[in-house]
């Protein structure tokens, strides 16, 4: 498909466009006690502990694990600016406590998603609202180094790094086509490039599946994508595809479950983030609050945004 592709979103009914600009998004992490694979068999996640639930001055979602340190990044949004930040935490005492901030430079941060290969871990974060996609590697001591820009011209968001057959992968929706409505394929030789688009770019169009929505995972010989599920709102839920071919001039996967959030628990409205460090699987919930500050800024940034009409007076 030529990049003249363009998204026309459906209009959205009255009662959503005021929910929207009068309550705003409250995330939460939370760990399941099953195993990736297990949460596959049983097409549900089971019970979830979520960590620090109750409104702060912060919220934190899109947990990843980094292997063989006990950390998960995640991004932080300060309610009163939401530029988002990584950061990384640690367990402790039955919640997480912070570690380091990775990347805080007023640019929105968020998606950490971390790949590990040949003993080196890798940093792909979203950073859109600045520019392209940077992979990082992560330091022993949790710094990071550039690597390689991803498609340098495009916007990419929740891009995410997984290796299938010979090659590395990056999926990721890019802005340039629409907002939650398609993933685009990368591929490569090695971390470093140059990274090439999949010859039917984007290949997935619709916002049940093409949203990226966490680690990708091999189970029973056979691999799998979690991806988020936007078909009523912006991370709605979590579903997770087989992907049965896949090739720099192929692509074909299947939806295999649904992961709806709990409408009787404390989160929900959403879940948009799957990842697992074996045992255990992280997720983020949502649930929409009003909150005065967040509606306040919404105004003041309509009215600064707002074009104005000069009246000429004779």
Excluded at 205 to 220: K, V, Y
Excluded at 244 to 251: E, I, Q, S
Excluded at 286 to 310: C, E, N, Q, S, Y
Aim: glycine letters at 10%.
């Amino acid at each position: 498909m030529s990049a003249a592709y363009t998204s026309i979103d459906p209009p959205r009914s009255f009662r959503r466009v005021w929910r929207d600009r009068l309550l705003c998004e409250w995330w939460s992490i939370g760990i399941c006690a099953r195993s990736i694979g297990e949460v596959l068999d049983h097409g549900a996640l089971g019970p979830v502990h979520w960590l620090e639930p109750a409104r702060g001055a912060a919220y934190r979602a899109d947990p990843f694990v980094l292997p063989g340190t006990g950390l998960l990044l995640c991004e932080e949004v300060p309610l009163a600016s939401g530029i988002g930040r990584i950061v990384a935490l640690r367990a402790h005492d039955g919640s997480f406590a912070p570690v380091r901030t990775l990347l805080d430079d007023g640019i929105h941060r968020s998606y950490p998603f971390i790949w590990q290969d040949g003993g080196e871990s890798f940093l792909l974060p979203e950073s859109s609202a600045g520019g392209p996609t940077i992979l990082y590697r992560i330091t022993p001591d949790l710094r990071l180094q550039t690597v390689t820009t991803i498609a340098p011209g495009r916007r990419l968001v929740d891009a995410t790094m997984f290796r299938a057959g010979t090659r590395l992968w990056i999926a990721a929706t890019d802005l340039e086509y629409g907002t939650n409505d398609n993933l685009c394929l990368y591929h490569a030789d090695h971390p470093a490039g140059p990274w090439l688009a999949h010859a039917l770019n984007p290949v997935v169009t619709h916002r049940r599946t093409a949203r990226s929505g966490g680690t990708p995972f091999h189970h029973a010989g056979r691999f799998f994508r979690p991806a988020q599920d936007c078909s009523e709102t912006y991370g709605g839920a979590l579903i997770i595809t087989e992907i049965t071919a896949l090739t720099p001039d192929v692509f074909a996967e299947r939806i295999v479950c649904r992961l709806a959030p709990d409408r009787n628990g404390p989160f929900p409205d959403g879940l948009h983030t799957l990842s697992s460090d074996g045992e255990r699987c992280f997720v983020d919930g949502k649930r929409m609050v009003f909150d005065p500050r967040v509606v306040a800024g919404k105004i003041a940034r309509r009215l600064t945004t707002r074009p104005r009409t000069l009246r000429l007076v004779a």
